[in-house]
């Protein structure tokens, strides 16, 4: 079955460390990856995305993932955690390989907490 | 600021009475979504539109009827909800081709409280 896995429920870095945030999937294919952040009672907003070609995509506020097709993982990374990075985050799953041209598969999200 | 905006952003009703959340996009997109996001549970896809058409319907209960006029609008009627519908609902909209779904992007979201 297709799938998306944040396996940590919750991250904790502390202020000015390196933070990595874990995505793994299972789709046939070449899926489109998403990563997505969420403030408290807010929407959530895109923060990139991986189609195709260089596998470290840069996205907003200074994160970036890489993809490894190998290990079927999108991990969310940035150099230099801030205390404002503390939000919720989501990876998905979209592209061809599923069921549907409609269909985005969601992970369960990741607590991301900042420590000054 | 999105593109996508959702209406109204707090709502409290009781059990017996009848409202609409709205949302509306700005983008072009071809796809709208209703999304159902209840804590510590993970985002539950509730209802695609394509071009007005629903496309998809994730076994929602008839209590909450969606509609969608036009690309832009999307609503969904709510009617004789239980407490346990209490949540955030977010719209979302998307750009779909025939290999699938781009980033989507997603309204601010209205919270509901049903006393």
């Known amino acids: 079955a297709q799938s998306v896995a944040q396996p940590e429920d919750q991250v904790n870095v502390a202020e000015g460390n390196p933070l990595t945030v874990k995505c793994t999937y299972s789709v046939s294919g070449n899926p489109y990856l998403f990563w997505y952040v969420q403030y408290p009672n807010r929407g959530l907003q895109f923060l990139l995305k991986?189609?195709?070609?260089d596998n470290l995509v840069k996205g907003s506020y200074g994160f970036e993932a890489e993809f490894n097709k190998s290990q079927t993982s999108f991990h969310l990374k940035k150099p230099s955690a801030l205390v404002s990075d503390s939000a919720l985050y989501f990876c998905?799953?979209?592209?061809?390989?599923?069921?549907?041209?409609?269909?985005?598969?969601w992970g369960a999200g990741t607590k991301l907490i900042i420590k000054p | 600021e999105t593109g996508v905006t959702q209406t109204p952003r707090h709502l409290v009703m009781g059990m017996t009475n009848k409202k609409s959340l709205k949302c509306e996009q700005h983008l072009g997109h071809n796809a709208m979504y209703w999304y159902k996001q209840s804590a510590k549970k993970p985002l539950e896809l509730m209802f695609v539109?394509?071009?007005?058409?629903?496309?998809e319907n994730n076994s929602v209960p008839s209590r909450f009827s969606p509609e969608c006029p036009n690309s832009s609008h999307l609503f969904l009627h709510l009617h004789t909800l239980q407490p346990e519908d209490s949540a955030l609902y977010l719209c979302?909209?998307?750009?779909?081709?025939?290999?699938?779904?781009?980033?989507?992007?997603f309204g601010q979201g209205t919270r509901l409280t049903v006393v």
């Open positions: 998905a799953v979209s592209g061809p390989g599923m069921d549907s041209n409609y269909q985005l598969i």
């Open positions: 539109y394509s071009l007005e058409e629903r496309v």
């Open positions: 991986y189609i195709t070609g």
């Open positions: 979302a909209s998307s750009q779909v081709t025939n290999r699938g779904s781009a980033e989507a992007f």
